[in-house]
DNA sequence: GTCTATAATCAGATAGAC
DNA sequence: GTCTATCTGATTATAGAC
């Protein structure tokens, strides 16, 4: 009884810390890099001792890759299902929106995947072979078929949604460029819908669609 | 006489010597990034001995700006001017062939270009101030004209040439993802042409133009 | 101009006290 | 479980011989 009452306690503690120095990495490695960030730096921010960082995860690269694990989970977790039943206008819009609000609410987990592939994907190589393919093949498959059914133009799905990946993603990754090209501090609220509505304008037009505030 | 001589023997050795530290940091920073990139890890590649490489740039700092720098001016001189009395469709369809060119001609440019942006852009916050903001004014204003003319359908012109950067970069930033999702070691020759095909024909019917290929 | 040897610094990791 | 003190290795930069 005692050992459970005490385990449990240490429990909360041990996942609020880990909670804790995970978002405090992620910080620092979108900050400066994996190599550019210390574990000093980590644990600073994290405000606990250095070995504690060290007593929880193993090693810096440990860490690393349990930080890039937490964003694929958060990935995975948000990009829905599509069929061939459904309305492409519909469906692409809602990616389009989707995937704009995630650039909007965690710039740096997109920023910190960005950085990951630039470098060669060294530790997520297996993902992107596994369940990133089968997502992409899916939706390639549920485009073609839409195309042969006649809701759209006959234009390439892979291709397509790569255009969905970078539009979408360019907001959150270089972000310091476009608020320094738009001459701004941060994005305002109304940002996020203005940008949706500009990319489906010409993404679904791109495709043969009418995008929803432009229809009637 | 002989100091001429001398000096143009010893400016030719110089300029080479340069040209290779700037090929090799290049490389090594766009693999490891700036704080993993070691400088003896650029002597080996530029097969000189590490001490010269600090003989030439006078830290690691200056060396990593002096090829950012190489890559701006790269840039610039690839970006062509456009007029209102261009024709959009042409104009669009070539900056299209040209991003896509660069992207599989000079992949670590625009990786490395993309790392600094992603760091918040602590190196080239100036450049991106100036010439960068002032080449996009210029090309927002001719697109502002053209749908004013009533060559184009009203869309942000801002949001236009961030998807016509973002959507071509991918190929280049992102390489390893995308080879690995379409199965392959490496980009074929045929590609270049087949992306700037699919990429124009969405982004110019988006905007209400007939990509060439389909003209007629 | 070129290169060897070395100084000075800082990082990740660990041992061991509490 | 937590934290202080320390070890080991690597890195940038420099001093000085050639």
Redesign the pocket.
């Known amino acids: 009884m005692n050992k459970t009452a005490k385990s449990s306690k240490?429990?909360a503690?041990?996942t609020r810390?880990t909670r804790n120095i995970l978002v405090a990495a992620e910080h620092e490695f979108v900050l400066y890099g994996y190599k550019g960030?210390?574990?000093?730096a980590i644990a600073d921010r994290a405000q606990?001792?250095?070995?504690?960082i060290?007593?929880y995860f193993?090693?810096?690269?440990k860490l690393y890759i349990a930080v890039i694990e937490g964003i694929l989970e958060l990935w995975k977790a948000v990009f829905g299902e599509i069929k061939e039943e459904d309305d492409p206008a519909e469906e692409l819009e809602r990616f389009i929106r989707v995937k704009i609000d995630m650039s909007f609410k965690h710039p740096r987990a997109s920023k910190l995947f960005a950085m990951e592939i630039i470098l060669g994907a060294p530790h997520i190589e297996n993902y992107i072979k596994t369940d990133m393919r089968s997502w992409l093949m899916e939706k390639c498959h549920v485009i073609t078929r839409w195309i042969e059914l006649g809701k759209m133009e006959p234009i390439d799905p892979m291709q397509l949604i790569f255009m969905l990946w970078s539009s979408t993603q360019h907001y959150a990754d270089f972000d310091t460029q476009v608020l320094i090209l738009m001459d701004r501090k941060s994005y305002k609220p109304t940002d996020k819908e203005q940008i949706s509505r500009a990319l489906s304008e010409i993404i679904l037009r791109g495709c043969g669609l009418v995008p929803s505030h432009l229809k009637k």
């Open positions: 240490t429990g503690i041990r810390n960030t210390s574990m000093q606990l001792p250095k070995a504690n060290l007593y193993k090693s810096k690269e």
